[in-house]
């Protein structure tokens, strides 16, 4: 239940967090989830206070609704996305320049970049159920209402998602001083040219995923195994970017690099770490996801 102001006002800025949060892991989109925020306290406000017997669960239940909406319509030009798509990501720590989203998100692991793509091989209805149940508790009556179903078959989506959720679930270790180091290290390594010191730093099965959305150049499919990334690291660091700086942040939870060029963001890395090797990559470079983050950071 709400405790305090339930005022549309006053419910939407108690659980921003949750609300952001409910949009933003069924979306992928931070852009989406603020549009959705938006759209659904002017519905929330539309209904006589007296008719809404809890408030959070309720605001909660707008939220997923027009969440779902807005992932069904995004599927449908994600068809057509060329390359590999990547969610947009999301500063969660106030280290880093551009927006402060950290009071937004109420989970670590559920906005984790490897999270996200696992809920994406999900259909929109099992991702809604999923985020509403397992993320944030929500029972399975109010779920099935959200959803227009029973609670039978709620029930059943729910069981059908955790189970694929956690056969494809891969560790998760937030960011933290042993993470940055390990970033430090290898940035390190891949301006100096020392493909060993990459190689000591990558899990054999590494994967590096960039996501350019065709409207730049980025790898249009994944790179898998550590040598291949060790190679790959190499040749970007030799090219560079004209008048590059970056700046460590933390995106998604886990430790990431802002990139810039002449002093406009130009790509955002986010690294997975696992027993101190790197197993993942993300390099999000589609400029339509970057907007968040066009300041950079004071020298």
Do not use: C
Not at 33 to 42: A, G, M, N
Not at 48 to 75: F, K
Not at 142 to 150: K, L
Not at 153 to 167: I, K, L, M, P, T
């Amino acid at each position: 239940m709400t405790s305090g102001d339930t005022s549309p006002s006053g419910v939407f800025t108690e659980h921003r967090g949750l609300l952001f949060s409910i949009a933003y892991e069924i979306t992928g989109s931070v852009a989406d989830s603020e549009d959705i925020l938006q759209d659904s306290y002017l519905r929330f406000a539309a209904v006589a206070p007296d008719t809404i017997e809890d408030p959070r669960a309720y605001a909660g239940q707008v939220v997923t609704r027009q969440a779902l909406n807005s992932l069904r319509s995004a599927q449908r030009r994600r068809e057509e996305y060329v390359g590999p798509w990547l969610p947009e990501p999301l500063l969660t720590a106030t280290d880093g320049p551009g927006t402060d989203p950290s009071a937004e998100v109420e989970l670590a692991e559920s906005v984790s970049m490897a999270m996200l793509l696992v809920l994406e091989t999900l259909s929109p209805l099992e991702r809604a159920v999923f985020v509403m149940r397992e993320v944030f508790g929500f029972d399975y009556a109010h779920i099935a209402d959200t959803v227009d179903r029973t609670p039978a078959s709620v029930r059943q989506v729910a069981h059908r998602a955790r189970d694929h959720v956690h056969e494809r679930r891969r560790r998760f270790t937030p960011a933290s001083a042993e993470t940055d180091r390990v970033v430090g290290e290898f940035f390190s390594a891949a301006t100096t040219g020392d493909l060993d010191g990459l190689l000591r730093l990558l899990a054999p099965d590494a994967v590096y995923i960039a996501d350019g959305g065709g409207k730049v150049s980025a790898a249009k499919v994944p790179v898998h195994g550590a040598q291949k990334v060790a190679r790959l690291f190499s040749g970007l660091a030799r090219v560079g970017l004209p008048e590059m700086t970056m700046a460590a942040a933390t995106v998604n939870t886990a430790p990431g690099v802002l990139v810039y060029s002449h002093g406009v963001i130009d790509l955002v890395f986010l690294f997975e770490i696992v027993d101190g090797l790197i197993t993942g990559v993300y390099a999000v470079r589609n400029p339509d996801k970057l907007t968040r983050f066009e300041t950079p950071p004071l020298p």
